[in-house]
């Protein structure tokens, strides 16, 4: 099994920053992708930003110029940066990773946009 472990979540004004950490108990070099999605409360779940093993990367409409998505293959470790917060962006924020030895999730990081 692997254990994907998300972090930096929390309470941050609109406007602000916040950067999210997932580390991955074995190499990310396993998976060929691995994702940010996020779910707000009484919506589905959805994909904000994708990174390929080769670093190819991809971000939703509704995010793009304010989020970026990376990932340290040292550290086994993806990032997502948040810039710009709003309050639409508050949502339980889950790390996936996809390769062919299955599909994994993180337990969710919340983040709150909030004044």
């Known amino acids: 099994q692997v254990q994907l472990v998300e972090s930096g979540g929390g309470l941050v004004q609109p406007g602000g920053s916040l950067r999210l950490s997932c580390v991955a108990r074995?190499?990310?070099?396993?998976?060929?992708?691995m994702a940010w999605y996020r779910q707000a409360p009484g919506k589905q779940r959805e994909s904000v930003a994708t990174?390929?093993?080769?670093?190819?990367?991809n971000v939703v409409d509704s995010v793009k110029g304010r989020f970026t998505i990376s990932k340290d293959n040292a550290k086994n470790t993806m990032y997502l940066q948040m810039n710009s917060l709003k309050p639409e962006d508050t949502a339980v924020y889950y790390c996936?990773?996809?390769?062919?030895?299955?599909?994994?999730w993180g337990q969710g990081t919340q983040v709150t946009v909030s004044s």
């Open positions: 990174i390929s093993a080769g670093g190819y990367t």
């Open positions: 074995r190499s990310i070099l396993d998976f060929y992708v």
């Open positions: 996936n990773a996809k390769g062919s030895i299955g599909i994994f």
